[in-house]
């Protein structure tokens, strides 16, 4: 069942013409039972993975909290879940409590001379937010349309795409902090965001995010465009601005050409997304031929994709004939599920492009998403 609510508009000051303050619930909430013993599967978009011991969805903070707390209080192992888009799961599942973070709603402080503030329950869905966002002309969230998961997560991955990350709009992250037990919130400059990493990502079990507020400039023109893939596709050069609803249309098509938008009926986007980071090496470990992107720090970034498919491994690779889970036949980034993979035949199709691509290029991929119950 989805439901959709849109809240009144509330002035924050009639004596201040500018400012207004939304609160709204976006997007769709899909219903979701816990129990005992609940395949953790279907809450995953690479549908593998056991069951969990017990699974609680919280809707509320104090659910959340509530459930975390109590379990860290007695010692049970318990798992905090977004929308299970970078995770992997192992066969045996989860042997403890997983709380499936489902909480809801937005406020919004916007102002013609500040722009707007935004702070976002973390189990809102991601591209929820972003059509909301381009309908209220907040600029910037449009690049990162079609990316799966919930707000919550953004900041743990500093996610990102079309050379635009999160962490240029998060003003502040509040989290509950596991281990002193105590609410904390995290400033931006504190959140040690880089190249899908943050101090969240770090110190995994640690921190339990509750909201992200993030600051937009108000508008319907983009950011300027800085990927050159893009700026093609949209007709302009590099640099320059376009209607915003322009920029997610194309991007959701790109995206879609990869495989990337979630449609399940397409077994090509039954993955984790890209599930190798771009490495960052030395400029003289870049093969010949192969893209490269200066860093601040002196290193390069390069092509995971490029650099897979150059050592051997296409479209549609399967380590046998009959295996279930393959490389996208779309995007060779994306290993994918299709039909009855386990996760001892992702682990095996990672090690297997892992294993290649460091004996011709000695360089070795990194996994994005994490690792529940099993090993690569």
């Not at 959340?64 to 045996?92: F, H, I, K, M, Y």
């Not at 722009?115 to 189990?123: F, Y």
């Not at 465009?225 to 915003?244: F, M, N, Q, S």
Request: net charge negative.
């Amino acid at each position: 069942m989805s439901t959709t609510v849109i809240g009144p508009y509330e002035d924050d000051d009639p004596t201040e013409a500018c400012s207004t303050i939304h609160h709204e619930v976006i997007g769709t909430t899909t219903c979701l039972s816990g129990g005992e013993d609940v395949p953790l599967a279907p809450l995953t978009t690479l549908k593998v993975g056991g069951p969990a011991r017990h699974l609680v969805i919280a809707t509320t903070h104090d659910e959340l909290l509530a459930t975390v707390r109590d379990c860290d209080r007695r010692g049970e192992p318990c798992l905090v879940l977004g929308d299970g888009s970078n995770v992997l799961v192992g066969d045996n599942g989860f042997d403890g409590t997983v709380v499936r973070v489902a909480t809801s709603g937005l406020s919004a402080e916007v102002s013609s001379c500040g722009g707007a503030l935004v702070t976002v329950a973390a189990g809102q869905v991601w591209d929820d937010f972003v059509v909301h966002a381009i309908e209220q002309e907040w600029i910037g969230p449009e690049f990162l349309s079609g990316i799966p998961g919930l707000v919550g997560s953004t900041p743990i991955q500093n996610v990102g795409a079309y050379g635009v990350e999160v962490g240029e709009f998060i003003a502040r992250v509040r989290t509950w902090d596991r281990v002193d037990d105590t609410q904390r919130t995290f400033t931006a400059d504190q959140c040690d965001f880089g190249y899908r990493s943050s101090r969240f990502k770090a110190e995994s079990d640690r921190y339990v995010v509750l909201d992200v507020t993030m600051q937009f400039n108000l508008g319907t023109r983009s950011l300027p465009v800085r990927y050159a893939e893009l700026a093609r596709r949209l007709g302009v050069e590099p640099g320059e601005r376009v209607d915003t609803s322009q920029v997610r249309e194309t991007v959701l098509a790109v995206r879609a050409g990869k495989g990337m938008v979630l449609n399940p009926n397409d077994h090509d986007t039954w993955s984790a997304g890209s599930f190798f980071t771009n490495p960052l090496v030395s400029p003289d470990q870049v093969p010949e031929g192969a893209p490269a992107f200066a860093q601040s720090d002196g290193r390069v970034k390069t092509s995971a994709a490029w650099l897979i498919d150059h050592a051997g491994y296409g479209k549609g690779f399967k380590v046998a004939e009959d295996a279930p889970a393959s490389l996208s036949t779309k995007h060779v980034l994306a290993l994918t599920n299709r039909g009855g993979a386990s996760s001892g035949d992702f682990t095996t199709l990672a090690r297997t492009v892992i294993d290649g691509v460091r004996d011709v290029y000695g360089i070795t991929l990194v996994p994005e998403p994490r690792l529940i119950g099993c090993t690569i």
